[in-house]
């Protein structure tokens, strides 16, 4: 059989197998500048335009150190109930690739700067999970290649290639797990799971914009799979570069699935790595993996190793925010929620804005109705996280208190916030421009109302005869005669005031 051929359904291979599980994950430090020189990072610029001698590896170039991106690396290791080094150093990472100008990477090898740490995971259902940390270690990122004319966007049938080296020399932390066993059938839910709980706490600690659909985060899935009853490893591939909470979970069932099927016929798992494909959720074969003696890791000759002082490590721990495991254990209880609860503002990434409109003056649930409704649709709607509408907390808590203020209505609350989304200005912008006020003046109210009840005799008669519901029809004559600017609850008070007039 080839080796991609089959899949053994996913119950079958809990039954027979165990999964171990390695995950790295790579993030892009959000510095100014880059690791080693001196060129800018912002993501989206125009290709080659944020390069120079150093990061390009042009002959007598020399590099320097990025300060931030080291106090960057500490403060994601000491997050990570990491060791801090005394004293480590970077190497020279040997390969040839085409978007690497140098054709070695300056990365860390045994001398990493943070070691020996842990991460709590909790999983839907409660489940705690510790994944333990090898080591967090500085590195720089590589360029980007462009191959153009096939049908796959890879190298294999392009007409040509395009090299982009802007992201070369970007900072870079790797964060290595060690070997993550007995997760058995759950194993998908574990590497999706650790991710997003390190996302989150990259993204607590301010240092990473963390944009897994921009390449700020990746993630490279190590599966293999032991018999049961067997205490040898089995060999493993890595998967690549996979970019999104849903594929990280996805490429581990299928390698899964994938392993077990060629195991069961009596082949054997070649040791490389594989590429994911987020339109079939399956992995192709990439390139027969490396072991470090292939990379010829020597000392970085131009650089001098790193000995961070006890103090300044003591002084960057002292700046690590609130942890979001207890962040949320604490708004759980401040917002008066249920497990249940908390978990559906976790899935649609909703605990930060609506944190975030609550230090604004909005009550917890106040911001709630607002980002989990009207806005988390629109948000569905364009295909983006909460957090990247174009829309802030802070005009979010605005437009509750013009509510609650008696100045708008909810229904024309929520005509300014769909003018502030269509990037007509801030709240108070929208409320001028489109002539968005209550009708609190009661002259003008008892004139639409007289007018209301007038036209409909009928109506006035059953109110009159204690059918009080029937006010409703009034209520909206009312409402659509003042273009919805009217306060409905005034409006029925002097329905009712009138009508026994």
Known sequence: MTADAELMDYDEVISRFDPVLGLEVHVELSTNTKMFCGCPVAFGAEPNTQVCPTCLGLPGSLPVVNE??????????????CEIAEWCRFARKNYFYPDMPKNFQTSQYDEPIA????????????TVVRVEIERAHMEEDTGKSLHVGGATGRIHGAEHSLLDYNRAGVP???????MIPDTGGRAPEVARAYVSTLRDLLRAL????????QGSLRCDANVSLMPKGSSELGTRT???NVNSLRSVERAVRYEMTRQAAILADGGKIRQETRHFDESSGST????????SEDYRYFPEPDLVPIAPSREWVEELRKTLPEMPSARRKRIQTEWNLSDLELRDLLNVGAVDVIAATVDAGATPAEARAWWVSHLAQEANTRG???GDLPITPVQV???IKLVNSGALTNKMARKVVEGVLAGEGEPADVVEKHGLKVVSDDSALIAAVDEALASQPDVLEKIRSGKVAAAGAIVGAVMKATKGQADAKRVRELILERSNA
């Open 284 to 291: 192709s074969a990439g390139r027969a993996k490396e072991t």
């Open 397 to 399: 808590a605005e437009v």
């Open 172 to 178: 870079l932390i790797e964060i290595v797990t060690k």
């Open 384 to 386: 983006v996280e909460l």
């Open 115 to 126: 070691f020996n740490g842990w991460l709590d995971v909790e999983l839907e259902d409660g």
């Open 206 to 213: 301010d240092v990473s914009d963390v944009r897994m659909d």
């Open 68 to 81: 931030i991106a080291v106090a960057s690396a500490m403060r994601i290791g000491l997050a990570l109930n």
């Open 238 to 240: 890595e998967t690549k």
